[in-house]
């Protein structure tokens, strides 16, 4: 049937390169056309257009969603009839050239978020203790922060009780293109973790030299585009991975999460109290667990009251600056099997208690204004 090809004029080799220009690759996130992904275009008298696409390595796992896409776009052009993608792979050299054209010809990587002039507001999600809650609030601040249309990447820098590609659906394995590592996206989040290196759940066994070496990977090996905001949940405590983070990225803010109880609310005070030896910013504190409402509406105070308040003021009054409670989460059931079925659950029920008061939370770290109140600065006083 050659009706299409007599009665519709074919579009030219120009017209699909550039309506490939709207497909973007999943990982890298800019376009085919950008990066050297497209090897060849064939246009058919028949109105049959073949596109040859360079895979940035030979299992990549979104190589069906960058064939659709590249379908899609062309098969929008008048005259086509049939779009046919041939798929390849980047030979070693034209690898080594991607990494160039998206990290530079430094010898060695740098970590991008500690450089003069990063737009990027990094993180630290801390906690005195385990079993706060920490790494739940990280995922949905995460999540939340993405659904607001911003660009965001999560660092689960907790070595020893890795949990946030779970927690974020996150299932896909890293790939890695020459030297650089393209993390997983999840909810439109970018997420790292050293459980995605580990096989099944074998426990991570390594001293502090090692801790930091992985972290400076995560931050620099790792292909995290133009970041709004980085998140790291941070181990509990102010161990080893609190004082790499600290020299690696100094710009970053330290965000504390605690529970009502008093005794937690004491042992979260260090965690943000590490801000007067590093000179951080405290950018706030966050309750978790705050209560549990009743199907009569009564709030049952479960863990206590009064401790974010509580460790809210302390820091305030030791770094001298304000150091905003920025909301209590009450308890919600959901919370937990959401983050076991990777759907956080502000994306899941955003109308939930819970849901609003972490999406505010999020609001108000995404919109925080820069400057120097809340950081330690590094200055004493002059002589006279």
Same mark, same amino acid.
């Given at each position: 049937?050659?009706?299409?090809?007599?009665?519709?004029?074919?579009?030219?080799?120009?017209?699909?390169?550039?309506?490939?220009?709207?497909?973007?690759?999943?990982?890298?996130?800019?376009?085919?056309?950008?990066?050297?992904?497209?090897?060849?275009?064939?246009?058919?008298?028949?109105?049959?257009?073949?596109?040859?696409?360079?895979? *940035?390595?030979?299992? %990549?796992?979104?190589?069906?969603?960058?064939?659709?896409?590249?379908?899609?776009?062309?098969?929008?052009?008048?005259? /086509?009839?049939?779009?046919?993608?041939?798929?390849?792979?980047?030979?070693?050299?034209?690898?080594?050239?991607?990494?160039?054209?998206?990290?530079?010809?430094?010898?060695?990587?740098?970590?991008?978020?500690?450089?003069?002039?990063?737009?990027?507001? /990094?993180? %630290?999600?801390?906690?005195?203790?385990?079993?706060?809650?920490?790494?739940?609030?990280?995922?949905?601040?995460?999540?939340?922060?993405?659904?607001?249309?911003?660009?965001?990447?999560?660092?689960?820098?907790?070595?020893?009780?890795?949990?946030?590609?779970?927690?974020?659906?996150?299932?896909?394995?890293?790939?890695?293109?020459?030297?650089?590592?393209?993390?997983?996206?999840?909810?439109? /989040?970018?997420?790292?973790?050293?459980?995605?290196?580990?096989?099944?759940?074998?426990?991570? #066994?390594?001293?502090?030299?090692? +801790?930091?070496?992985?972290?400076?990977?995560? +931050?620099?090996?790792?292909?995290?585009?133009?970041?709004?905001? +980085?998140?790291?949940?941070?181990?509990?405590?102010?161990?080893? $991975?609190?004082?790499? #983070?600290?020299?690696?990225?100094?710009?970053?803010? $330290?965000?504390?999460?605690?529970?009502?109880?008093?005794?937690?609310?004491?042992?979260?005070?260090?965690?943000?109290? $590490?801000?007067?030896?590093?000179?951080?910013?405290?950018?706030?504190?966050?309750?978790?667990?705050?209560? +549990?409402?009743?199907?009569?509406?009564?709030?049952?105070?479960?863990?206590?009251?009064?401790?974010?308040?509580?460790?809210?003021?302390?820091?305030?009054?030791?770094?001298?600056?304000?150091?905003?409670?920025?909301?209590?989460?009450?308890?919600?059931?959901?919370?937990?099997?959401?983050?076991?079925?990777?759907?956080? $659950? #502000?994306?899941?029920?955003?109308?939930?208690?819970?849901?609003?008061?972490?999406?505010?939370?999020?609001?108000?770290?995404?919109?925080?204004?820069?400057?120097?109140?809340?950081?330690?600065?590094?200055? *004493?006083?002059?002589?006279?």
């Amino acid at each position: 049937m050659d009706g299409v090809t007599s009665t519709q004029q074919l579009p030219s080799v120009d017209d699909v390169r550039s309506a490939l220009k709207s497909v973007q690759d999943p990982e890298i996130r800019k376009p085919i056309t950008d990066l050297g992904m497209v090897k060849d275009v064939v246009v058919g008298d028949d109105g049959v257009v073949t596109v040859g696409i360079y895979l *940035t390595v030979a299992g %990549c796992p979104l190589k069906a969603t960058l064939t659709n896409d590249t379908k899609a776009a062309v098969s929008k052009l008048p005259g /086509v009839s049939e779009v046919r993608v041939e798929l390849d792979v980047m030979s070693d050299e034209q690898r080594t050239e991607l990494r160039k054209s998206l990290r530079g010809d430094a010898a060695e990587p740098v970590i991008p978020f500690a450089q003069p002039g990063s737009m990027t507001r /990094v993180y %630290c999600v801390a906690s005195g203790k385990g079993g706060v809650g920490k790494s739940s609030v990280t995922v949905n601040l995460a999540a939340a922060m993405a659904a607001r249309g911003l660009s965001v990447g999560v660092v689960d820098a907790d070595i020893y009780g890795h949990s946030i590609p779970r927690m974020l659906g996150a299932r896909e394995k890293p790939t890695k293109v020459d030297t650089m590592i393209m993390p997983p996206q999840a909810h439109g /989040v970018k997420v790292i973790s050293i459980g995605m290196f580990t096989p099944g759940n074998t426990p991570v #066994v390594w001293r502090g030299p090692m +801790l930091h070496r992985a972290l400076q990977q995560f +931050l620099a090996d790792v292909f995290w585009g133009d970041l709004d905001i +980085l998140l790291l949940d941070l181990p509990p405590g102010t161990g080893d $991975i609190a004082i790499s #983070v600290a020299q690696l990225i100094p710009n970053a803010e $330290i965000l504390v999460v605690t529970t009502p109880q008093q005794a937690a609310a004491e042992v979260a005070e260090r965690a943000g109290a $590490i801000a007067l030896q590093t000179r951080q910013r405290v950018a706030g504190v966050i309750e978790n667990m705050s209560w +549990l409402e009743t199907p009569s509406g009564e709030r049952m105070e479960i863990f206590g009251s009064g401790g974010g308040e509580a460790v809210a003021a302390s820091l305030t009054k030791s770094i001298g600056s304000e150091v905003p409670l920025l909301g209590q989460v009450p308890l919600d059931p959901r919370v937990v099997s959401q983050g076991d079925a990777g759907t956080p $659950i #502000v994306l899941s029920d955003p109308e939930a208690p819970a849901s609003v008061v972490l999406l505010e939370a999020a609001k108000k770290l995404s919109v925080r204004a820069r400057g120097l109140a809340g950081m330690m600065l590094n200055v *004493t006083p002059a002589g006279r």
